[in-house]
């Protein structure tokens, strides 16, 4: 996996070996706390003024959804510009080498900051790093890009990369087009909606994109200003070619699937039998299911992937805020499906997931971070903390991961959970935990009551390795502890071999 290699020795912490890792019993804040800005936001969906800027959204959902028709434009306007029909960034220079991967960021707040130390000490040698979905919340605003993209990773040496969520895509993708193609703004489309349709009532309550604040994107440009650092990219989906690895990237826009034009485009670009690696901003095994990615007009993205004529060893996928795996057998071969979206906006609960049985997938196989009894005991210390119940709500990190074994049918991974036996009280206040709101719903309508500015965090990166021989896939913890900045926790590992693909 080439010579150096900053990230090799991170082998000696892991959240599961003990709730110090965890980030539990935090002796100090990281250094992360100085790259923050004067006035760090606090996001809050909350406020009425987000909830109607967000509300494309929701458009989206109740009427014919736009986006496809919207992606189509720019991608015409792109090329049109002189960008080849392949979307082709071609890096087929790199033969050993590494990059990172995060997915989720841009909150701009204590939780998004703190990924950044330990992910510039174990990317330092990386070649490039990719966002994978969600760069801007809370709508995308090329305003925003500023404070939650330039400032926080001014300091990676490399270029990056990124795929647009459905959050980039509530202000028409206008922002991300800017920052990382460099494109305009589209002009309104014609024909006009005929009025009182559908169409029209959907275009009249639709939120514009905000003008951009020339000077302030300038100036945040020479933040990331140096000659590597520059990226340029060909739209919102791409391929990333490089020696022993094709890198394929889609854009699943609002709702969660793609149009016909990019499905032609991926079909095009998937075909040979060269390792591939698959990017979406929405995962297609998450939570225990099984979301294959549906095709406008018919067919899904996981029938392209499993085509073992495409050459696929791994897919990875943003949009849920913590990292999960499931190494899925397809015939004879075995496809590595994985969740990372933990790269900085608020951590979705795992502690719900129960027994892992999808796709033939074992939970002995399966693995996730944070520790499903490291979320139910930070979900147990938020509810705590936000209703003042004074300690009534809150179940202790060994307490939690007892029982979460227990109800799973495992053995704890930590010793000292393995010596803890579940209290009465744990079983009843965990009954209680499992009834209140921890994904979509809590997210979008808590998160102000749900803003955690204290370690740990639970925020997490990849760092992927690629030779001709191999691709190595290692998720690192971000706690927001200063001891774990140097050292992050290693949570997982999986090598997948190339060779027998090419």
Not at 12 to 18: E, G, I, P, T, Y
Not at 36 to 47: D, G, M, T, V
Not at 316 to 325: E, F, P, S, T, V
Request: aromatic content about 10%; glycine content about 8%.
């Amino acid at each position: 996996m080439g010579s150096e290699d900053p990230a090799r020795t991170y082998r000696s912490r892991s959240s599961r070996l003990s709730s110090a890792d965890a980030g539990w019993g935090c002796t100090a804040k990281g250094s992360f706390i100085d790259l923050l800005p004067a006035k760090a936001p606090r996001f809050s969906w909350l406020r009425p003024s987000v909830l109607w800027r967000s509300r494309n959204d929701v458009l989206a959902r109740l009427f014919d959804d736009p986006t496809d028709d919207a992606r189509r434009r720019w991608v015409a306007a792109q090329q049109a510009g002189g960008v080849g029909r392949d979307a082709l960034v071609d890096r087929t220079d790199l033969d050993a080498f590494s990059f990172l991967l995060l997915g989720d960021t841009g909150e701009g707040d204590k939780s998004q900051f703190a990924a950044v130390p330990g992910l510039l000490r174990a990317g330092a040698d990386t070649a490039f790093m990719v966002i994978c979905s969600d760069v801007i919340y809370p709508t995308g605003s090329v305003n925003d890009y500023p404070e939650r993209f330039f400032l926080p990773y001014r300091e990676y040496p490399g270029p990056i990369y990124a795929l647009p969520g459905n959050h980039d895509w509530y202000d028409g993708l206008t922002g991300f087009m800017r920052v990382f193609c460099e494109a305009p703004p589209l002009p309104r489309p014609e024909p006009r909606p005929r009025p009182f349709s559908r169409a029209w009532l959907r275009d009249l309550l639709w939120a514009k994109p905000d003008p951009a604040d020339e000077a302030e994107l300038a100036a945040a440009r020479e933040l990331r200003g140096a000659p590597e650092q520059r990226a340029l990219q060909p739209g919102p989906y791409w391929v990333l070619d490089t020696g022993p690895l094709r890198i394929i990237g889609i854009d699943t826009g609002i709702t969660g699937h793609i149009d016909s034009g990019q499905a032609a485009w991926l079909r095009r670009v998937s075909a040979g039998r060269k390792p591939k690696l698959l990017l979406t901003g929405q995962p297609i095994y998450v939570d225990n299911e099984y979301r294959p990615c549906s095709i406008e007009g018919g067919g899904t993205v996981d029938e392209i992937v499993r085509d073992p004529e495409h050459g696929y060893v791994a897919v990875i996928g943003g949009n849920i805020h913590n990292y999960q795996r499931y190494p899925v057998r397809v015939g004879e071969r075995e496809i590595q499906y994985v969740v990372a979206g933990g790269g900085g906006a608020f951590m979705s609960a795992t502690h719900l997931i129960g027994r892992v049985n999808v796709a033939g997938v074992d939970e002995d196989d399966f693995r996730c971070y944070p520790l499903r009894g490291d979320s139910l005991s930070f979900y147990s210390h938020l509810y705590d903390r936000r209703l003042r119940t004074r300690g009534l709500l809150a179940i202790s990190p060994e307490q939690a991961s007892a029982l979460l074994a227990e109800w799973l049918g495992t053995r704890p991974t930590r010793e000292e959970a393995r010596r803890t036996a579940v209290a009465r009280r744990t079983r009843r206040v965990a009954a209680i935990l499992w009834r209140l709101p921890t994904r979509r719903f809590f997210h979008r309508w808590f998160s102000e009551f749900s803003d955690w500015d204290e370690p740990p965090f639970f925020k997490s990166f990849l760092r992927l390795d690629v030779d001709s021989a191999a691709l190595r896939i290692r998720c690192f913890a971000a706690t927001g502890c200063g001891e774990h900045e140097l050292d992050p926790p290693l949570e997982d590992e999986v090598t997948i071999p190339l060779l027998r693909w090419s």
